[in-house]
């Protein structure tokens, strides 16, 4: 197993913050020896890690589900080749997580990210079709006949078709939000499904995956799903 820090072994168990506070007060120890510096790495797999004298057992086999409300500006990968912010910056997890699929650098919004293969392929793979919902925002009323082209599926990548979509839209402010539900998930399908319909994309958010919803989620700010969440989708 990797090492890693004794401050996220123990935020299986407390807070990331009160593992350090744990730590702090002495009432963490490795192999015996009672550890109060910070930064710490430890091997789950061969370490003996006790809190107040009470084992703590790694927790093997238990995955992590998270939601994040993905500001523009990171990238959906672990690492960037251009050194830019990646979603990995903007979350805490005791293990290692994986975005489920991908928002462009530029887009906002409901982003999965979990441990659990199984949970990602469940909503990653088309004939699952987990329906996700992404607002459009355009400068100006969109076209009935754009909406409509939407609707019915256009052609992106040179020759394949999307499949059709629920498309309404509203007016707002110096243009529109236009709500586009699919559950195809190909690179960069909205904004290349809106420059096939002839529409501009001022901004891109995903508002839901399936009937997971942001709720007041802060951009930027993230969760564990809960117990009935994860359950929906598996
Ligand atoms: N479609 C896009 O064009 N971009 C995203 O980030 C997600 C869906």
Redesign the pocket.
Known sequence: MDKIRLNKFLSGRVSRRAADACIAEGRVRVNGETVTQMGVMIDPSRDSVTLDGEKILPERGRHVYIMLNKPAGFV?TAKDQFGRGTVMDLIEAPRRVFPV???????E?LLLLTSDGAFAEKILRPRYEIK?T?VVTTGGAPPEEALAALRRGVLIDGGAVTSPAEVSARRVKNGAEITII?HE??????????AAAGLS?RR?R?SAVGRLTLGGLAVGGWRNLTKDEIKYFL
């Open positions: 959906s699929g991908r928002l462009d650098y530029d887009t919004g996700k992404y699919i998930g190909r690179n960069r399908q909205v904004r290349k499904m809106c994309v891109l995903r």
